[in-house]
């Protein structure tokens, strides 16, 4: 060794520093890779892929063999800096500063820096990395299986299997995280739908059901002008039919069988009994995902929502289920329906029968959808009683004043802009 020229020995000092930066930068890029664009290259036959993919089975005998590379090669180049600086100076106190310098130059160029690039650029670093530890770890299997068995036996001793293989599937609110920061990748509208559809089993039929008494149906004991007008007006497809009552439902009318007996004047009482479909009915604490399976086993379009006494509580439609996906059939979603009307002076008049969903959605409010779901409901549990007119109270920071009373129920309120928070007054709390 005394006889090699120095040039030699800094030569080989350069490319023991490059191997050390090949060894960290492609074990942060093999570990920093996005296992799921993986999967997906892999399934379209990337050769690169593949052979990451064969690798990061084993992750044990991919790290020790990285680890073992890296560590020699720093031991090599620490070897070889003291050599050469015993070369130029010839002085033992120089070791040491020659050590510092060995370090600072590895923690730069053989570590910072590549671990950055290849956090940054995965597969570029991985994939032709790939090309060298394939052939390597069949090479140096058996001294990588004598570290592998020792080191997997120590972690046996701390309780921990290295067969135990961590799940790589997202859980729910991790594939919402996904879908959220997918942003230019995935269309506002798309990611909508995608965080609608997750949402379905929170959201139950109960949150979605026209009231029973908004349910447009017809009294088989009604007057035939009466049935008559009231299937003309119609702008349903479908009609509920029932005897005195909602609860006495007797099927459901479809418009496609009333028509032709209405142009041929052969409808009549007996003939709506005749052409009604048997009713269906669903559990109103049902999940929308539940149901929307029911209703396409069930070859379904509308259901009656019961309660837990087989009360009808109100009426649900696939077209009111897709809706919680892809947003308004008829309208756009942002605009105010005709429950929500905006006034001039920046409040909202809104009839007391609106669903708290609709609600939030329309005037980006975040009232609690657990209890009531409708915003007479939501009045009467926060206050207690029945109000009268002219009662103000605050409500998701926004001033609601009562208007209307009809029935024993909030008819019509005025919905203020929200005030600036100044933690001075709790939410729905009653003002003066």
Known sequence: MDDTPLSVLLAALVFLILLSAFFSGSETGLMTLNRYRLRHLADKKHAGALRVQRLLQRQDRLIGLILLGNNFVNILASILMTLIALRIYNDAGFIFAAGMVLTIVILLFAEVTPKTLAALHPERIAFPASFVYVPLLKLLYPLVWVVNVIANGLLKLMGVSPEDSTSQALTKEELRTVVIEAGAMIPERHRSMLLNLMDLENVTVEDIMVPRNEVTA???????????????????????????????????????????????????????????????????????????????????????????YGDIQGLVTMEDLLEEIVGEFTSDPSAHTDDIQPQEDGTWLVDGSVSIRTLNSALHMSLTTDGPKTLNGLIIEELEMIPDTNTSLLMDNHPVDILQIRENMVKTVRIHPALHKTGTQNESEPAS
Do not use: C
């Open 218 to 308: 017809i009294d088989i004991n009604d007057g035939w002008d009466t049935i008559s007008k009231t299937l003309t007006d119609s702008q349903y497809t479908r009609m509920p039919l029932y005897r005195e009552n909602i609860d006495q439902v007797i099927g459901i009318l479809h418009m496609r069988d009333v028509l032709p007996l209405l142009y041929r004047d052969e409808l009549d009482h007996a003939a709506l009994l005749d052409i009604a479909r048997k009713p269906y009915f669903i559990p109103e604490s049902t999940s929308l995902n539940r149901q929307l399976l029911n209703f396409q086993r069930e070859r379904r379009r509308i259901g009656f929502a019961v309660d837990e």
